[in-house]
């Protein structure tokens, strides 16, 4: 069932596919923190909100390997804490959520690689 659904989102105009590849890609991610699986649904509605995208998802990465945090409209992703060893807080309109920042951070290095596998003819 799902091997038909990817082969019909797949099958669409590859200028359709890029936004719709990614969001499959970060829904099928699994998380051991259930702190980090209630932020990565908001990282999803930023996808589907084409406020994080495979176009800027490296500069993402980069600004919060860095310490800074990063906005796209009311979508943001702060470093509350160094990267490290602290805490993300990830929030799009009124809903906030915080979760520890690495392997929210390692997630999002997960979901590029796996994005671009999937780009790849």
Not at 28 to 46: I, Q, S, T, Y
Not at 68 to 76: L, T, V
Not at 78 to 99: F, H, K, N, Y
């Amino acid at each position: 069932m799902i091997q038909d659904f990817l082969k019909r989102i797949l099958s669409r105009p590859r200028k359709d596919r890029p936004r719709e590849n990614l969001d499959i890609v970060a829904a099928a991610m699994v998380f051991k923190d259930p702190e980090n699986a209630h932020c990565w649904e908001l990282v999803r509605v930023g996808i589907q909100t084409k406020k994080l995208g495979l176009g800027n998802l490296e500069r993402w990465i980069a600004h919060l390997r860095a310490g800074n945090g990063m906005g796209a409209d009311e979508f943001s992703i702060d470093i509350d804490e160094p990267p490290a060893v602290g805490r993300v807080v990830v929030q799009i309109l009124d809903d906030m959520r915080t979760c520890p920042a690495l392997p929210l951070i390692e997630a999002l290095e997960r979901l590029r690689e796996a994005a671009e596998r999937q780009e790849k003819p």
